[in-house]
């Protein structure tokens, strides 16, 4: 498990990744049809507060732009 600060919505909380498949570039199948597919780069997060509680309330708050944005930012953390 994993946590890292930041803000959702411009209200500051925490991300805990709980789990997380790292991403992979390339996996070659035996179907030459499907030869090359990318995989990994994703996982199961949660939205705590500051204090580490659980935040379903932040998580409704949310808008399509705000999740891909948090998303980006957990890969960005999971990966580097």
């Not at 803000?7 to 030869?35: F, H, K, M, N, Q």
């Not at 199961?44 to 204090?51: A, C, G, P, Q, V």
């Not at 708050?61 to 930012?73: N, P, W």
């Amino acid at each position: 498990m994993t946590e890292f600060e930041t803000s959702v919505c411009g209200i500051p909380c925490r991300v805990r990744v709980t789990e997380w498949e790292p991403y992979c570039p390339a996996v070659l199948r035996a179907d030459p049809d499907d030869s090359t597919e990318e995989e990994g780069g994703h996982g199961n997060w949660e939205i705590l507060d500051r204090n580490g509680r659980p935040a379903p309330w932040l998580e409704r708050k949310m808008t399509g732009e705000s999740l891909a944005q948090l998303e980006h930012e957990i890969y960005n953390h999971m990966e580097n």
